[in-house]
């Protein structure tokens, strides 16, 4: 079984930052991907960020330039730094693991006010 903790979330101002944490624990693969996804009220849930055991990251194309996604293998934890934010930045930030299952955290919520 895994477990995905996130955490970071919160309200913040346009322009302001936000660092996301996502800690993984469990039945932990070396091999695997966690990333980021959300969901606005009334949208699909849409890709942030991803990031694999090795490093590779790729990006949505609205957040490109603004967040980074980073990861401590050693911690199994998965950070996402959201610079430069934006009000339709605000919706609910989901950490995924895919090991290939697909784990999923409880969400937090990302408020970006104008």
């Known amino acids: 079984q895994v477990h995905l903790v996130e955490s970071g979330g919160g309200l913040v101002q346009a322009g302001g930052s936000l660092r996301l944490s996502c800690a993984a624990s469990?039945?932990?693969?070396?091999?695997?991907?966690m990333g980021w996804f959300r969901q606005a009220p009334g949208k699909q849930r849409e890709t942030v960020a991803d990031?694999?055991?090795?490093?590779?990251?790729d990006y949505g194309e609205s957040v490109k330039g603004r967040f980074t996604i980073s990861r401590d293998n050693a911690k199994n934890t998965v950070y996402l730094q959201m610079n430069s934010l934006k009000p339709e930045d605000t919706a609910v930030y989901y950490c995924?693991?895919?090991?290939?299952?697909?784990?999923w955290g409880q969400g937090t919520q990302v408020t970006v006010s104008s």
């Open positions: 990031i694999t055991s090795d490093g590779s990251t």
């Open positions: 469990g039945s932990i693969s070396p091999v695997n991907t």
């Open positions: 995924r693991l895919r090991q290939p299952l697909n784990y």
